[in-house]
């Protein structure tokens, strides 16, 4: 054999050495880029698919124009503080805090949260607003003198009996798209999917 062909010979391992780690280097790559987006796709999800899993779910439903400005027309003649529970993208709160309240906000979703945040700073209320990530049943509102929950009839019953031994009796709390089912309204706003139900406080504590 000759000398080229010896060293032709010689040199074809090596190639496919190189051919190998080059195919693994592209492996590991492609394995880490799969890997980090199905992370990354799991921390954006997560906050919106986890509510789903409770006993109770209380979804992400954007409120209408329509909605806010009802809400807006029914706490008209009040002021003072007010908590949106189950805040989602903070428009009530941010609204509430146009017409001079100062607005709370309890949401699930860390997202929501800060992009509640985000948009309050954004249309100048940043400093009478504040939102948290909070469950609303480990949260006391005795310090709100105005509620406004949109709910989901599922926990309407279970939030009548907390409301009502936590807020003071001068409170209102206005419901959307369900009305709670034992209290009896002082006044309605709005109709179909846009009607809110305004409750007095003094009343329904009178029926605990």
């Not at 100048?124 to 003198?145: P, R």
């Not at 709390?173 to 009305?179: E, T, Y």
């Not at 846009?194 to 406080?201: M, R, S």
């Amino acid at each position: 054999m000759s000398q080229e062909e010896l060293l032709l010979d010689s040199g074809q391992p090596n190639e496919d050495n190189r051919d190998r780690k080059g195919r693994s280097r592209i492996g590991l790559v492609v394995t880490g880029l799969v890997g980090g987006s199905l992370v990354a796709l799991y921390a954006v999800a997560a906050p919106f698919v986890a509510p789903a899993l409770r006993k109770v779910c209380l979804p992400f439903v954007p409120a209408t124009t329509t909605q806010v400005e009802n809400v807006l027309k029914a706490l008209r003649a009040r002021s003072g503080t007010l908590v949106d529970i189950g805040s989602g993208d903070g428009r009530i709160v941010i609204a509430a805090a146009k017409h001079g309240f100062r607005a709370s906000g309890f949401e699930l979703n860390p997202w929501l949260v800060w992009y509640s945040r985000y948009r309050a700073w954004r249309e100048g209320v940043y400093c009478s607003t504040s939102f948290h990530i909070s469950d609303l049943w480990k949260v006391s509102f005795a310090q709100y003198s105005n509620v406004v929950i949109f709910g989901v009839p599922q926990m309407m019953e279970k939030l009548e009996l907390k409301l009502a031994s936590e807020l003071p009796s001068t409170a209102k709390v206005v419901a959307c798209r369900f009305p709670f089912p034992t209290w009896i309204p002082e006044s309605t706003a709005g109709e179909g999917i846009d009607t809110v139900w305004v409750y007095d406080a003094k009343t329904f504590k009178s029926h605990l």
